[in-house]
């Protein structure tokens, strides 16, 4: 690649939350309620003023009713729910009743405390909630009508989505959630990982989950799962975002953390590092072979094979090195800390266990 190449690589585009998609779905349904004639294509004003367009498919209307679809463009983000169709169904209702959110088949339904959605209702978030009712009194006012309508959500497919996604894990059954805080998907944006780590722990603390698990992958996840019977909602796929995890625990703890990952990432933590990613950590194999006392583990490749280099001695120092991270990071918060370095079979490579005082 040459240096212009990298220089003035091509952008990212940028894309729609399913927040945003559905209320574009349901401006054009109450629009085909208000007149009629449901439009081939609405504007929608996202929370911090942009003015996206939504091509409008699959429309229908009846007496009292209509339905409006828009297939969601996650633009460049690598997001399980890009190409999605999310239909909205809106239903005239009795004068005063306002605007009431149902879960359509592909949206999920919250089962357990600890969500900005309450036990029992469809799992479609404040932001996506406030905007469809902002889009559904703009159209209100523009046609002389009471904004009192039945917003009914479904997503296709959205049931088998939502096994890639956390929901399972917090207690969403049935579908994916409708989600998005500014209405646009930043390509390869941390923060949609990070809020969902944040979801996690809230569901945790407010069930009163005495321990959980962040793991870096599913093979150091899969080794811990063999070590405690924990529900799923104890295991937060922290991915790279240990900082994320740990800082937001420190504020709302639980009693016990299990920290588990890779050679590789677990030396990071070990180093300091609190994003665990390639492109903005890497592991310091001099600092490695001064920590031994073996010269030689600084012309290693990578992490896994300055450990074959250094023996179980080394994995174990970098485990305990990484727990003195993951304690530094919670400090002042009353909770027990666990590291487990996983090899790449899911053996285990090392174990820092809670000691005799709980940490």
């Known amino acids: 690649m040459s240096t212009a190449q990298r220089s003035n690589p091509t952008p990212l585009r940028t894309g729609w939350t399913t927040g945003a998609c559905a209320t574009a779905a349901a401006r054009a349904a109450w629009t085909g309620v208000c007149t009629g004639a449901v439009p081939v294509s609405v504007t929608v004003v ?26 969601k463009d996650a633009g460049d983000d690598p997001d399980v729910t890009h190409g999605a169709l999310i239909t909205v169904r809106v239903e005239r209702t009795a004068p ?15 089962t357990k405390p600890g969500l900005p959605i309450g036990v029992g209702e469809p799992a479609i978030n404040p932001v996506p ?62 923060s949609a990982w990070i809020a969902s780590i944040h979801r996690g722990i809230d569901v945790a603390v407010a069930t009163g989950a005495p321990h959980v698990v962040g793991a870096t992958g599913s093979t150091s996840e899969g080794y811990v799962r063999t070590l405690y019977d924990l529900p799923d909602t104890a295991y937060l796929d922290m991915g790279d975002f240990v900082g994320g995890l740990l800082k937001y625990l420190r504020r709302h703890p639980v009693p016990r953390i299990t920290v588990a990952g890779g ?25 490695l072979a001064v920590r031994t006392g073996i010269p030689d583990i600084s012309k290693a490749n990578t992490a ?56």
Do not use: Y
């Open 96 to 110: 005063g009743e306002g605007v009431s959110f149902h879960a359509g088949k592909g949206v999920g339904i919250v």
């Open 263 to 287: 050679p590789g990432k677990m030396t990071k933590l070990a180093q300091g590092a609190l994003d665990l990613h390639s492109k903005r950590s890497q592991v310091d194999l001099d600092a």
């Open 304 to 359: 896994l094979e300055a450990f074959g280099m250094g023996s179980a001695a080394l994995a174990r120092a970098v485990c305990a090195d990484a727990r003195a991270t993951v304690r530094e990071t919670l400090r002042g918060a009353d909770i027990a800390v666990e590291t487990i370095i996983v090899g790449r079979s899911g053996e285990p490579l090392a174990r820092c266990p809670f000691d005799a005082s709980g940490g």
């Open 46 to 71: 996202l929370p911090k003023g942009e003015r996206p367009v939504f091509p409008i498919l699959n429309a229908r209307h009846g007496d009292g009713w209509a339905e409006a679809t828009v297939e």
């Open 129 to 190: 909630r406030r905007m469809i009712d902002e889009a559904i009194a703009d159209v209100s006012t523009e046609h002389g009508v009471a904004p009192d309508a039945r917003v009914t959500v479904s997503v296709a497919g959205g049931a088998a989505l939502a096994l890639k996604t956390w929901n399972p894990r917090l207690g969403i059954e049935g579908g994916i959630s409708i989600l998005g805080t500014t209405g646009i998907v930043r390509p390869f944006s941390c």
